[in-house]
């Protein structure tokens, strides 16, 4: 069977995926395509996806009779409207990160699926399904003993002045927070943040770097470096102490060189690239999965604890060096 997908918003990351959906993937066609700015739409056609109708608005799409399953890879703010209209549509749906910008939002849509009755919602949380990652896990579970620390850093080379303090947290976090509860099988307690001193590059509304210390349930304190300027390149770090020994993510494969006196390997400098491969898993796993009607991989309800942390981190980014703790409802049994 071939789903046929609409994409609603057609940025960066919504024309990559539409691109991964027509040329590389199996099972799926870009049928619908819809952006507040419609030009963006009728350039991911033109380019991807000659068939697509573009539609002035998501709801439209939607609700539209040959749409089978539904990308929402629009702006954070407007995830939960769409996501909540798919659900009422009972159409499946992927969602990029973050499920919702607040955690009340989120909750509307596990509270939806939920009342749906069946998984219809994957989030875009996609380092779980990068091979890096994977084996990290598998390293911690068989060979390191049970995990005490986490020390781990999220590095961009360069942001703009509309990316402010708190999206270190919604927009740049989030990974690692899921990320982390994933690999541990465990769920957070407390959120603390310290700033260092502001590196010349960031700008007025931005304090960066910073650094996130979450505790977990099992007592597992991680600390996370968020530094979104640090110019040399993007840098994903994670390394996880456990009682028996020392675990570390894999790096991307680059060619080592010994040139000019130097030994030397590239740093990749675009996330695109970093996770190009978890990239087409995920989405394979969406395809897979929206063709019997339902969805797999991370959870509206991971997308809410990830929201439910989130809020705490940006609390306590506004109450530096205070604890916040955090707590969360039990988990529904469709999550189970
Ligand atoms: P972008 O700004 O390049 O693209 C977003 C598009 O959505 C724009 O074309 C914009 O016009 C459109 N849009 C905004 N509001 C809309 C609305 N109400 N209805 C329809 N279209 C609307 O942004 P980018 O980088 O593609 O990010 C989009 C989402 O994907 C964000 O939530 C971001 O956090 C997430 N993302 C996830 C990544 C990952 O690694 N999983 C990487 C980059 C982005
Ligand atoms: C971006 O939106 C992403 O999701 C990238 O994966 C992340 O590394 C980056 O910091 C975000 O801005």
């Given at each position: 069977?071939?789903?046929?997908?609409g994409?609603?918003?057609?940025?960066?990351?919504?024309?990559?995926h539409?691109?991964?959906?027509?040329?590389?993937?199996a099972?799926?066609?870009?049928?619908?395509?819809?952006?507040?700015?419609?030009?963006?739409?009728?350039?991911?056609?033109?380019?991807?996806?000659?068939?697509?109708?573009?539609?002035?608005?998501?709801?439209?799409?939607?609700?539209?009779a040959?749409v089978?399953?539904?990308?929402v890879?629009?702006?954070?703010?407007?995830?939960?409207?769409?996501?909540?209209?798919?659900?009422?549509?009972g159409?499946?749906?992927?969602?990029?990160?973050?499920?919702?910008?607040?955690?009340?939002?989120?909750?509307?849509?596990?509270?939806?699926?939920?009342?749906?009755?069946?998984?219809?919602?994957?989030?875009?949380?996609?380092r779980?399904?990068?091979?890096?990652?994977?084996?990290?896990?598998q390293a911690?579970?068989t060979?390191?003993?049970?995990?005490v620390?986490?020390?781990?850093?999220?590095?961009?080379?360069?942001?703009?002045?509309?990316?402010?303090?708190?999206?270190?947290?919604?927009?740049?976090?989030i990974h690692?927070?899921?990320?982390?509860?994933?690999?541990?099988?465990?769920?957070?307690v407390?959120?603390?943040?310290?700033?260092?001193?502001?590196?010349a590059?960031?700008?007025a509304?931005?304090?960066?770097?910073q650094?996130?210390?979450?505790?977990?349930?099992?007592?597992?304190?991680?600390?996370?470096?968020?530094?979104?300027n640090?110019?040399?390149?993007?840098?994903?770090?994670?390394?996880?102490?456990?009682?028996?020994?020392?675990?570390?993510?894999?790096?991307?494969?680059a060619?080592?060189?010994?040139?000019?006196?130097?030994?030397?390997?590239?740093?990749?400098?675009?996330?695109?690239?970093?996770?190009?491969?978890?990239?087409?898993?995920?989405l394979?796993?969406?395809?897979k999965?929206?063709?019997?009607?339902?969805?797999?991989?991370?959870?509206?309800?991971?997308?809410?604890?990830?929201?439910?942390?989130?809020?705490?981190?940006v609390?306590?980014?506004?109450?530096?060096?205070?604890?916040?703790?955090?707590?969360?409802?039990?988990r529904?049994?469709?999550?189970?």
């Amino acid at each position: 069977m071939t789903v046929r997908i609409g994409v609603i918003g057609t940025g960066a990351i919504g024309r990559d995926h539409a691109r991964r959906i027509n040329q590389v993937l199996a099972g799926g066609k870009i049928v619908a395509l819809s952006d507040v700015n419609p030009a963006s739409a009728e350039a991911v056609k033109a380019d991807i996806a000659p068939d697509a109708t573009v539609y002035a608005t998501g709801e439209e799409l939607i609700a539209a009779a040959d749409v089978d399953a539904v990308l929402v890879t629009s702006w954070g703010a407007t995830h939960e409207q769409y996501v909540l209209a798919a659900i009422a549509a009972g159409k499946p749906c992927f969602c990029e990160k973050p499920l919702a910008t607040t955690a009340t939002g989120a909750k509307r849509i596990v509270d939806a699926e939920v009342a749906f009755g069946r998984r219809l919602v994957q989030v875009g949380f996609m380092r779980r399904y990068d091979a890096g990652y994977v084996a990290l896990k598998q390293a911690i579970e068989t060979h390191t003993g049970a995990p005490v620390m986490v020390h781990a850093a999220h590095r961009n080379p360069a942001v703009t002045e509309a990316y402010t303090t708190p999206m270190a947290i919604h927009d740049t976090l989030i990974h690692e927070i899921d990320v982390f509860r994933w690999l541990l099988e465990d769920d957070y307690v407390s959120a603390r943040v310290t700033f260092p001193r502001t590196c010349a590059r960031s700008h007025a509304k931005l304090r960066d770097p910073q650094i996130v210390t979450l505790t977990t349930a099992k007592g597992v304190v991680i600390n996370t470096e968020i530094f979104v300027n640090c110019h040399y390149g993007y840098d994903i770090q994670c390394e996880v102490v456990g009682e028996d020994g020392v675990a570390s993510l894999p790096e991307p494969m680059a060619v080592q060189m010994r040139l000019g006196a130097k030994l030397q390997n590239s740093i990749l400098t675009d996330w695109k690239d970093r996770f190009v491969a978890s990239y087409d898993v995920e989405l394979q796993d969406f395809l897979k999965a929206a063709a019997e009607g339902t969805a797999s991989g991370p959870t509206s309800w991971d997308g809410y604890m990830a929201a439910v942390t989130a809020d705490a981190c940006v609390a306590a980014q506004d109450d530096e060096g205070a604890t916040v703790a955090i707590s969360y409802p039990s988990r529904p049994a469709l999550y189970a």
